[in-house]
C-alpha cells in the first residue's frame, strides 16, 4: 500500500509541476529539468554480503531519460539545482536471512535508512522516501551496510527512484 501511495505522489508531481509556467519558454524549461532530473532502476540480482558497505549498482533502468543516472556504478549526479523527490525500497527473499541494511546518502551524508534486518519472517521489504533539496552536482546513492544482503529477482523488488519536483 505504501508503495501504491507513493507512486500515486511520484506522478501527480510529475504531471502538474509545469503547470504554474507564465510562458511557453518557462514550461519548456520545467518540462526539460524533469525529464534530466528523473531516474527508476532495480536490481534483478542479490547484492551482497561484502566485508566492508558498498554502494549499489544497478542492472534494471525504468527510465533515466537524462542520463544522469550511473547504473554501473548506483549514482545519480544532480543535473540542476532544486527539490527532489527521492524513494528507495529494498527486498529480502528467504534465502537471505542477512537483510538489507541500506543509507541513502547525498554527498557520503547519511540521510536515511530502511532496513529489515532483524525480523524472523522469510520475505520483507523495508521503503522510505524524502523530499531533498539538492545542488547540481551533488551525488545521491544507496549504500548496503557489510554483512547484508539486498536481494533482487526478475520482478525487481529492490527500486531506487527520484524526480525533480521544482
Given at each position: 500500500?505504501?508503495q ?66 550511473d ?36 554527498n ?20 522510505n522516501s ?15 551496510k ?11 523488488e ?9
Amino acid at each position: 500500500m505504501h508503495q501504491i501511495t507513493t507512486i500515486c505522489m511520484l506522478l501527480l508531481a510529475i504531471t502538474f509541476q509545469p503547470l504554474w509556467a507564465d510562458d511557453a519558454a518557462t514550461m519548456d524549461a520545467a518540462i526539460k529539468n524533469k525529464r534530466e532530473g528523473t531516474f527508476s532502476v532495480a536490481r534483478d540480482t542479490d547484492f551482497g554480503p561484502f566485508d566492508e558497505e558498498k554502494i549499489m549498482p544497478f542492472e534494471v533502468e525504468f527510465s533515466n531519460p537524462g542520463g544522469s543516472m550511473d547504473l554501473n556504478t548506483g549514482i545519480f549526479t544532480v543535473p540542476h539545482p532544486g527539490y527532489y523527490l527521492v524513494l528507495m525500497h529494498v527486498y529480502k527473499n528467504h534465502e537471505n536471512p542477512n537483510g538489507p541494511v541500506v543509507y541513502l546518502k547525498v554527498n557520503d551524508e547519511t540521510i536515511l535508512r530502511a532496513d529489515e534486518c532483524c525480523g524472523e519472517d522469510l520475505w520483507d521489504s523495508a521503503s522510505n522516501s524524502v523530499i531533498l533539496d539538492l545542488k547540481k552536482g551533488d551525488k545521491v546513492y544507496l549504500l548496503l551496510k557489510r554483512n547484508r544482503i539486498a536481494s533482487g529477482s526478475n520482478v525487481r523488488e529492490t527500486t531506487f527512484s527520484g524526480t525533480f519536483l521544482f
